[in-house]
């Protein structure tokens, strides 16, 4: 099950025509498709559109109604595979996916999709993961739109219009035959707002009438001659086609002022940060009136070259406001006006950077120097908003960073300090890391991993190391990567290739890092999913013979294990799979379970840990085994020591990790593990007292030896 | 001209900035505001700086103008109005992001300190300094509201959400009642007792008293102090007559000493190193009286709550032939068939129930051997080293002053147990050995206390074996 439950979310898709809709951009866009009449919905999860897929997961009663088909696809590339239900039969479908490195794993399927055409709506939802809070490489998913022609909606952030867009989208995929993409940055996935429900729409067909009723059509398969045909298709009827829908449709906006001798041109999702930025330097006001007038690219891809020869036509200069590189539009504005003989100025990424993104702060020097240089009767007479603000000063060096790490009780720290003591042994290996929450080891305080290579390419990013060596290099990968497409293209290419390296699988149960879902080696029962499908099967299954499994919080044994597997003679792959529930999702199952019981009145004892501050030294040791947040320093007690000592706050759950490490590494007597006794039973009572009694006997005897 | 009131919430992962977030969404949209709001969340959940950013605008406007206002997505440098931070650097980082203006700016700011990993990580102290960042919030804001907020979430057994909201409240940046904001926190049905206690501890603490620093100082700096300290120290660590050789080691220093210093530092780390951490410590320490229930304290045990706390010990082989007889330690830690039979034996670690009798007595029975500590390998070992080192100290201060009260401050390297103590003996007597080049050298002094920080930087030694480099 998914990190917390949507069921109060799931209620929001319930709502009807005219009721008002408040929650979540990535929410509001799961509704409009209902709204639209989608008939099926597919998609791998990944911030910033999780949401999205947890709560379809969440809401089958719903989807049973209406008779949409959700799946919750082994991977993008699966997903976008999914949309060739809409190439012969009229039927909406959307996926979804964290970009772009979805689209980066999907664009096979993508482009074969393209090619070929769509009858029914097609719809990609893509949170693009750019700019602050991202956590893939910084590129720009809009270069698959150019390169397999599909159409690149990027709606002003707010969610009336992000709801017109997806209803639009769908009708614009049709009316073209070309699949959309839906692009949703960060803040706008998260973006809370409120717009006006409609009805949902059950679709007509359903995939059911699609199976049932089956028809075949030979010009969209991808092969030639049509695959020829297809390119031409792309150029001479849907390209124009969905030109013509954009105008008619008004889907790009014409806003602001009418008259002026300057402009500027938005992507739509930047129309607010703009707006702010000009509101601030006293160009415009709260509700986005301003003199200068604005085209707001609603539609990134196809330009629509009418509009902007219409727009640049009676202007000096324009300046466009187009995020992250490299410029596609801004050369494509360049060229259109040129072809057209039209000698509007483009000023666009001279005055705002080529790369990263466009804050507050970088909006308002590009905003500021254009209308400095080319309309300095409006900044004349403006009266700048903003205040100063604070000197900082010296301060950016002496924060410490905050880089992210393993949450409390991680089951993946204890792997990573048993590599650390493997290191110890053995020296250093190389390390092949993948993505998932087992990236953070490449941080303080484990420092391992060399380089990461996509979701489930751990152990294919160490493939070059295979001969003869006089150490193996290790590779990491999560059970997400592994099913995602780690089983292939790492552990059966290993097999296949004769790999002599080791594979650490780090098995928790969940698609952890994307926020908890359910996959096939998940151990939980899921009515709507089979899950419970052993990861050492699969393995076993593509012909790994050294295969081991270990309760990954017990760092000796996986010390232990992983100096064998780096010694052993026996030739051929290796695999450990670390076995521990992954500590977020198992906090948020247990923890309710556990406060009913005790306040039913049922014993139950819980475990956390301490450390003596009588015996720590304070060499925080333990902290460069661990980095648990609830393992933390204070002030030393003690006058006469300067360093601060170690000291396990209130958010410890008790996992155990400080006393393995504190064995495994010989680290100090220091660490204890405490047992609270809720309910206790009149043995517990009677069973104390006596101990506490004969225990304090002993110690005033002791202290009266010693006085 | 209506405007927007921009906020911005910067947290940590797991601190909940989101529900912060979502009770100041209630408390607008209850009380005749738009309110939107967005987060930066990703990989920043899982223990990062995260950011929430909320704006609101009065509906009224709305209704009289017939127009919806266009609201930011992320906060703009010079027009936040306000800014909570829920742990003291966060704060900071507000300041160096530039949300915070002094002519508009309320900034509310919890004092406490949650360490990063590489403020915790340093074999020495490696927090960052928490005054500058005071200070540069004390300039930075219109209003500041500062203080403990985390302590205040304790103490009511609330969230620190729930203090914040009532800073948020208290001080008076935002046009709501204090009922306005009591009814949020009641409508959200979750522990609403004690969230409503925090949040009275939070406009208390927002209305109430000046900001104090999160950390007073510890030191009072008189070598009275410090020896008086050390007295007690040594007395429970042996008996009265180890506290007088004690007290005995540092009057030979007075010749010398010219300033507190030597005297202080020398007084300071003599009583640690006498009082050394071995297994009879270790034992006694655990069996001590009032022990449990300092545990309980902390772990939050209920009144009457049975509770047990299980140690985890891995004493090694060195250790016990350590504790044993000198002469017997020595020929048993030489013996490599003695090894061979017996090491097997500690090579693993042990659990041990202290509260419990099967834990207790054995750790007990080990702890009365103190008296025969005198005895041990590990005395005679510490003892020597130690006299070593104050000889040291006695003969270079009238030639050096300075290098004899770094050499004083050294023993600050000797801590811990096992590899650790190994490691810190190690570089200990590194610096030691280097002193004959070094003496009569003018920067003799800041070389040695060089190499000293540069051994505390990291466990493997890359900034020691640098230092010594330099050195050399």
New interface residues.
């Given amino acids: 099950m998914a990190e917390r439950s949507f069921k109060e979310e799931v209620k929001k898709l319930r709502l009807g025509q005219g009721e008002e809709f408040r929650g979540e951009?990535i929410l509001a866009v799961t509704k409009a498709l209902l709204q639209a009449g989608v008939a099926y919905v597919g998609g791998y999860q990944g911030?910033?559109i999780s949401h999205l897929m947890d709560v379809l997961a969440d809401a089958q009663d719903i989807l049973d109604e209406l008779g949409v088909h959700f799946e919750a696809c082994a991977s993008e590339a699966a997903a976008g595979a999914m949309l060739a239900a809409s190439v012969n039969y009229p039927l909406r479908g959307a996926v979804t996916w964290k970009s772009t490195v979805g689209t980066n794993v999907a664009s096979d399927a993508l482009a074969n999709v393209a090619s070929g055409g769509v009858m029914g709506g097609a719809l990609i939802i893509i949170g693009e993961?750019y700019g602050?809070?991202?956590?893939i490489m910084q590129e720009r998913s809009h270069a698959f739109a150019m390169k397999s022609q599909i159409w690149l909606l990027d709606p002003r952030?707010?969610l009336p219009s992000i709801v017109h867009m997806v209803e639009k989208g769908f009708e614009l995929s049709e009316a073209s035959n070309t699949p959309v993409m839906l692009e949703l940055r960060?803040?706008?996935c998260?973006?809370?707002?409120r717009f006006e429900a409609k009805d949902n729409r059950r679709p007509s067909p359903s995939v059911k009438d699609a199976m049932e009723n089956p028809v075949r059509d030979v010009t969209r398969i991808v092969l030639p001659p049509s695959s020829y045909v297809h390119e031409q298709e792309k150029i001479d009827q849907r390209w124009p086609a969905a030109v013509q829908f954009i105008k008619d449709h008004k889907l790009n906006e014409f806003m602001g002022g009418v008259v002026g001798d300057i402009g500027v041109i938005v992507q739509g999702g930047l129309?607010?940060?703009l707006?702010?930025?000009l509101?601030?330097q006293g160009l415009a006001?709260?509700?986005?009136?301003t003199e200068a007038p604005i085209y707001v690219l609603n539609v990134a891809y196809p330009l629509v070259n009418e509009e902007i020869v219409g727009f640049c036509a009676d202007k000096k200069a324009v300046l466009l406001v187009e995020e992250g590189q490299p410029d596609f539009i801004e050369q494509a504005i360049n060229a259109i006006l040129r072809k057209a003989d039209v000698q509007t100025k483009v000023v666009g990424k001279d005055v705002l950077p080529m790369a990263g993104e466009y804050?507050?702060?970088i909006l308002?020097h590009g905003v500021r120097a254009f209308f400095n240089d080319h309309a300095p009767h409006l900044t004349s007479a403006s009266k700048a908003?903003?205040?100063?603000?604070?000197d900082?000063?010296?301060?950016?060096a002496?924060?410490?960073?905050?880089?992210?790490?393993?949450?409390?009780g991680c089951p993946e720290r204890p792997i990573f300090a048993a590599m650390k003591l493997a290191e110890k042994e053995l020296g250093r290996f190389h390390v092949s890391s993948d993505i998932g929450?087992h990236l953070?080891s490449i941080?303080?305080?484990f420092n391992i991993g060399n380089t990461t290579m996509g979701y489930g390419l751990g152990w294919a990013g160490a493939s070059a190391f295979n001969v003869e060596a006089k150490k193996r290099a290790v590779a990491v990968m999560g059970d997400g990567g592994f099913w995602h497409n780690g089983l292939t293209s790492g552990v059966g290419n290993a097999v296949f290739n004769k790999s002599d390296n080791v594979l650490v699988i780090v098995d928790n149960n969940y698609s952890a890092?994307t926020g908890g879902q359910d996959i096939l080696s998940s151990r939980a029962e899921n009515p709507a999913r089979s899950t419970r499908h052993a990861i050492t099967e699969a393995v076993k299954g593509v012909g790994v013979k050294w295969v081991k499994r270990v309760r990954s919080y017990d760092v000796a044994t996986l010390r232990d294990t992983l100096r064998e597997a780096m010694t052993t003679v026996e030739k051929g792959p290796k695999i450990i799979v670390a076995e521990g529930e992954c500590q977020l999702n198992r906090q948020r199952r247990v923890k309710p379970l556990t406060n009913r019981a005790i306040k039913q009145g049922v014993r139950v004892v819980r475990e956390?840990f301490?450390v003596?501050s009588?015996?720590c030294?304070?060499?925080?040791?333990c902290?460069?085994l661990s980095?648990c947040?609830s393992?933390?320093?204070r002030?030393?007690p003690d006058?006469?020591?300067?360093?601060?000592i170690a000291y396990v706050d209130?958010s410890c759950v008790g996992c155990g990790h400080?006393?393995e490490v504190?064995?495994?590494?010989?680290?100090?007597?220091s660490?204890?593990?405490?047992?609270?006794?809720?309910n206790?039973t009149w043995i517990?009572?009677a069973?104390?007292r006596l101990?506490?009694s004969?225990?304090?006997w002993?110690?005033?005897r002791?202290?009266r030896s010693?006085a | 001209?209506?405007?927007?009131i921009s906020i911005a919430v910067v947290a940590?992962?797991?601190q909940g900035g989101g529900v912060l977030a979502q009770w100041i969404?209630d408390l607008a949209e209850a009380n005749g505001y738009l309110?939107?709001?967005?987060?930066?969340?990703?990989?920043?959940?899982?223990?990062?700086?995260?950011?929430y950013?909320i704006e609101i605008?009065p509906e009224a406007v709305v209704k009289a103008?017939g127009?919806?206002?266009?609201?930011?997505?992320?906060?703009?440098?010079?027009?936040v109005d306000i800014v909570i931070a829920s742990e003291l650097?966060?704060a900071?980082?507000a300041?160096?992001r530039?949300?915070?203006?002094?002519?508009?700016?309320t900034l509310i700011a919890s004092s406490h300190r949650?360490?990063?990993?590489?403020?915790?990580?340093?074999?020495?102290?490696g927090?960052?300094?928490d005054k500058?960042?005071l200070d540069?919030l004390r300039?930075?804001?219109k209003k500041l509201v500062l203080f403990d907020m985390d302590q205040a979430a304790?103490d009511t057994s609330s969230v620190i959400s729930a203090v914040l909201f009532g800073a948020l409240a208290g001080s008076g940046a935002l046009p709501f009642s204090r009922a306005a904001y009591e009814n949020v926190i009641t409508a959200s049905g979750k522990s609403v007792v004690n969230n409503l206690a925090g949040f009275a501890r939070g406009i208390e603490g927002a209305q109430g008293a000046p900001p104090q620093s999160p950390?007073a100082d510890?030191?009072p700096a008189s070598v009275h102090?410090?020896l008086e300290?050390?007295v007690a120290?040594l007395q429970d660590y042996q008996?009265a007559s180890y506290a007088a050789l004690y007290v005995e080691r540092v009057e030979k220093l007075r010749g010398v000493a010219t300033d507190d210093r030597l005297l202080r530092e020398t007084a300071?780390y003599l009583?640690?190193w006498m009082s050394y951490?071995d297994v009879i410590?270790?034992a006694d320490?655990?069996?001590?009286?009032g022990?449990?229930e300092k545990?309980?304290a902390?772990?939050?045990?209920?009144p009457g709550?049975?509770?047990?706390?299980?140690?985890?010990?891995?004493?090694?082989y060195e250790e016990v032939c350590d504790t044993l007889p000198a002469a017997l330690g020595a020929t048993l830690l030489k013996s490599n068939a003695m090894r061979r039979l017996l090491a097997p034996f500690f090579a693993?670690?042990r659990?041990i129930h202290?509260?419990?009798?099967s834990g207790?007595l054995p750790l007990?029975t080990l702890?009365?051997l103190r008296r025969y500590r005198r005895g041990t390998l590990r005395f005679k070992k510490e003892n020597a080293a130690i006299e070593a080192w104050l000889a040291q100290v006695m003969t270079i201060a009238p030639q050096d002053y300075e290098l004899a009260v770094a050499i004083a401050e050294l023993p600050?390297l000797i801590?811990?147990?096992?590899?650790?103590h190994e490691r810190?003996m190690d570089r200990f007597n590194r610096i030691m050995a280097l002193l004959p080049n070094l003496i009569g050298k003018a920067d003799a002094a800041a070389k040695v206390r060089a190499l000293r920080d540069a051994a505390l930087q990291d466990?493997e030694g890359r900034a020691f074996a640098a230092e010594l480099q330099n050195v050399a």
């Fill in positions: 951009g911030a910033p993961d602050e809070g991202s956590s952030p707010n960060i803040r706008a998260h973006l809370y707002g129309y607010n940060s707006m702010r930025t509101e601030l006001d709260a509700f986005g009136n804050t507050a702060d308002a908003l903003a205040h100063s603000p604070a900082a000063g010296a301060l950016p002496k924060l410490p960073p905050r880089v992210p790490g393993f949450c409390t929450c953070f941080n303080a305080p890092a956390r301490y003596d009588d015996t030294t304070g060499d925080h040791a902290v460069r980095g947040p393992l933390t320093i002030d030393n006058p006469l020591k300067v360093d601060p209130n400080c006393g504190a064995h495994a590494a010989v680290l100090c007597p660490f204890a593990r405490v047992e609270l006794i809720y206790p517990d009572r069973l104390a101990r506490q004969v225990i304090s002993l110690q005033r002791a202290a010693m | 001209m209506t405007r927007p940590l992962g797991g969404v309110a939107q709001y967005t987060s930066i969340a990703g990989v920043a959940q899982r223990t990062g700086a995260t950011i950013f605008f103008t127009k919806m206002p266009v609201l930011a997505l992320m906060p703009a440098p010079g027009d650097m966060e900071g980082r300041v160096t530039r949300f915070v203006s002094p002519d508009l700016t949650v360490y990063s990993v590489s403020e915790k990580q340093a074999p020495g102290d927090r960052a300094d500058a960042v540069a300039l930075a804001a304790e950390h510890a030191f102090d410090t300290r050390g120290r008996d300071r009583a640690l951490e410590r270790v320490l655990k069996t001590r009286t022990r449990l545990i309980g902390e772990a939050r045990a209920l709550q049975p509770y047990y706390s299980i140690e985890y010990f891995h004493p090694r693993k670690g659990q202290t509260a419990k009798l207790f007990y702890a009365r600050r801590k811990g147990y096992g590899d650790t810190g466990e």
